[in-house]
């Protein structure tokens, strides 16, 4: 099949301003001009070239309609295509692929139209699967069936770079194309355990595969895969980011620039530094005709970042892919490996002594053959179908069964959603609080020893300069390091505050939507608990950290006044009197918890009985339903009972009558026989007379 050079093209898209860049006094950095999109970073203009340029208000369907529809159409002549959404975290790439529902964005709209595409196409059949790949920090998940088999990227002679063990899911129509993109979309922000991590560094391949061919005909089909790529967060790094993220990343970056640098020396590009690149490697150096979509924010704090994604926007352009026309030959090499088997097998079956060679010939054939048959459609429908059902068990081992596969059903599905996350995010930011404060415990006590240590060295009196110093500055260094992770914990609790605010709304929205639940009030009253249950827990914790910070700056202010006392301090009693004021009240503080945590608890054991006398009642409505069925159903009983003995009693008097009706029959019959006794008496004396008569019957007499 002869090969065409086609570059990688680049469009850009840049979004508005979001409200909170506008009210955080943002400004807009990113115009076009001409043919360019320019951007003005600290009073110097950079301007780029590229294939497309989209700023401020454009919606995704302009995006795809100029860009994607092309693609689509290039994808059904049996090319394959890609799709690369490339650019910081926040810039926009989810919101161009995934888009909401007021603004759909590429994909579902992609999924739309190639249905429409294949039913405009009656003479030929279509064959078409799915897979949806996550990849975070180098692992690989299986988004549609998040199992936890060995996933490896492997190479295929004819078909590239594919992934082995990822679930490949057959779809009859565009429902069940979207179905699979919205689920393993949902999987991907559900089954995430790190919300932050996800956001910036989570990379995804949703993978369209289409094989065709005309109906009722021995010609060979064609097929293509389209790959949808939304990729992690490109950022220029800080120096304290992740080292796992920097890699990924950078593997990326490097991979771009040492292709546009190939381009002009040829040389060695890095594809198999990281996992993502290697998935990328057929859209960006392979069998792909490849579009990368450069996602910028227009917000000038972000500068560095958009001039890094628009410089690697252009580099890419140097990229010349060599595409060809996918014939779909795996029946065909199925055939020929079959054949090459058959013909070896008579060869060593023929001979005594089977040479080695040709026996390792074999077993390589056998090993190709099932890997052929892996691409067939009949074995592929076969894996789908256990897929299918294996997904459900494994989405239901992350716990997101219900989240990924049963939320079309329901309406509060959104703001359910969102709680979720937030208290994933929630739960994240506790643990790291726990850390931290078992940190600042550890180092509590350490000061402590020193401290007490310290008082011990200056009363033994052996006082010597260096080692009262060093003493010191140790005892500093420690209170410093205190201070400083002191101010992080801090950091923490605000930001957990400000997940408490935001669950807070969203909880008074899902109110709303529990309300709406009327009708079924087994789930209403589960709901309810759970939400009781999860709000004492809260209280809880909030009170025993509160008590626990009062605990630790009782702790603290003592540290500090033996600390001074041994550095040979003496305290004025008005001091004296202060200190004892400021514990008095770090007392007070206390108690005042204590107390609270009294209360709670108080209240706690009441409402507890209080549901349990729900629970109660609730009980006996139910008991008390369940009579009264009873008794409906007895008093059915007690008609069908009725109504049998009525039934059997009509039987019975049609029985008798039919027995009599039977009886009187049998009489007549009888009768009749005897009346008809006489007649065959008379019959036979005439057969006599005849017989007599040598057989002529007489004329008859007048
Ligand atoms: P990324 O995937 O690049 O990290 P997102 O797609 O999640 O970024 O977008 C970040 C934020 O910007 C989201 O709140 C999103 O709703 C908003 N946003 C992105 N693009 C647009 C757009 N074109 N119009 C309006 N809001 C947008
Ligand atoms: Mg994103």
């Not at 580099?315 to 892919?321: G, L």
């Not at 979720?420 to 509590?444: C, P």
């Not at 630790?552 to 500090?560: G, Q, R, Y």
């Amino acid at each position: 099949m002869p090969s065409e050079n086609i570059a990688v093209k680049s469009i850009v898209r840049c979004r508005p301003l979001l409200a909170d860049e506008t009210s955080h006094g943002c400004k807009n950095i990113v115009k076009i001009a001409g043919n360019k999109v320019v951007v003005d970073a600290n009073g110097k203009e950079n301007s780029y070239g590229l294939d497309g340029i989209y700023v401020s208000d454009v919606n995704n369907s302009v995006i795809y309609k100029e860009n994607c529809d092309s693609l689509l159409h290039r994808a059904l002549e049996g090319y394959n295509v890609g799709l690369l959404a490339f650019g910081a975290t926040n810039a926009g790439k989810t919101y161009l692929m995934v888009g909401n529902n007021q603004d759909e964005g590429i994909i579902p709209q992609l999924c739309n139209n190639l249905y429409t595409q294949i039913n405009q196409r009656s003479n030929k059949e279509f064959f078409i699967t799915v897979s949806y790949l996550e990849v975070l920090d180098g692992e690989m998940m299986d988004l549609l069936n998040p199992h936890t088999n060995e996933m490896k990227i492997r190479e295929h002679p004819n078909k590239g770079i594919y992934v082995d063990g990822l679930s490949e899911l057959v779809c009859h129509n565009q429902d069940e194309l979207k179905m699979y993109f919205d689920q393993g979309t949902r999987a991907r922000k559900m089954a995430a355990s790190d919300m932050k991590a996800h956001r910036t560094r989570a990379h995804s391949i949703f993978n369209i595969n289409i094989e065709q061919k005309e109906k009722q005909s021995s010609k060979v089909g064609i097929r293509s895969t389209i790959t949808l790529a939304d990729l992690a967060g490109c950022e220029v790094q800080d120096a304290d980011a992740d080292t796992l993220q920097r890699a990924e990343t950078q593997a990326i970056l490097n991979v771009i620039t040492a292709l546009a640098d190939s381009k002009k020396k040829g040389g060695h590009v890095p594809f198999r530094d990281s996992k993502i690149t290697r998935l990328l490697q057929e859209m960006l150096s392979g069998n792909t005709i490849t579009m990368m979509l450069a996602v910028v924010s227009p917000a000038d704090k972000c500068y560095k970042q958009t001039l890094s994604t628009l410089e690697h926007a252009q580099m890419i352009r140097n990229v010349k892919n060599k595409v060809k026309l996918n014939v779909d030959d795996t029946q065909t090499v199925i055939n020929e490996l079959r054949n090459e088997i058959s013909k070896l097998k008579d060869k060593i079956a023929a001979s005594n002594e089977p040479k080695q060679e040709d026996v390792s010939k074999m077993e390589e054939l056998v090993q190709d053959l099932q890997v052929a048959k892996k691409f067939s459609i009949s074995e592929r429908e076969k894996l789908s179908t256990k897929y299918a059902e294996d997904r459900k068990i494994n989405l239901s081992k992350k716990g997101i069964l219900e989240w990924v596969m049963g939320s079309d059903k329901q309406g509060s599905v959104e703001v359910q959603e969102k709680l979720l996350l937030l208290q994933k995010e929630k739960d994240q930011l506790t643990i790291q609080y726990k850390d931290k404060r078992k940190i600042i415990g550890d180092l509590k006590e350490e000061l402590q020893n020193k401290i007490t240590e310290y008082s011990k060295f200056t009363e033994s009196g052996q006082k010597s300069e260096s080692e009262t110093k060093s003493r010191v500055n140790a005892i500093k260094t420690l209170k410093d390091k205190l201070k400083e992770e002191t101010e992080k914990i801090k950091r923490i609790k605000d930001e957990l505050n400000v997940l408490l605010d935001k669950q807070q709304t969203e909880r008074q929205n899902a109110q709303a939507q529990i309300s709406a639940l009327k009708g079924n009030a087994n789930l209403r009253q589960k709901v309810e608990v759970e939400e009781r249950q999860r709000l004492e827990a809260e209280n809880k914790t909030l009170i025993d950290e509160e008590l626990d910070r009062i605990q630790m700056e009782i702790e603290s202010k003592k540290a500090d006044v033996q600390m001074q006392i041994a550095e040979g301090k003496t305290y004025t009693v008005e001091e004296g009197k202060k200190l004892e004021i400021e514990l008095a009240e770090l007392q007070a503080e206390k108690s005042v918890v204590t107390l609270k945590l009294h209360c709670l608890e108080k209240e706690k054991a009441h409402v507890s009985k209080e549901l349990d006398e729900i629970y109660q009642l609730h009980h006996d409505e139910l008991e008390l339903q369940q009579l009264q069925h009873y008794q409906t159903f007895r008093q059915y009983r007690q008609m069908f009972e009725e109504q049998k003995v009525a039934i059997e009693q009509r039987y019975r008097v049609l029985l008798e009558e039919a027995l009599q009706d039977a009886v009187y029959l049998s009489a007549r019959n009888q009768e009749i026989l005897q009346e008809q006794a006489p007649l065959k008496q008379q019959n036979a004396e005439m057969k006599d007379v005849i017989t007599k008569l040598g057989g002529k019957i007489p004329p008859l007499e007048n």
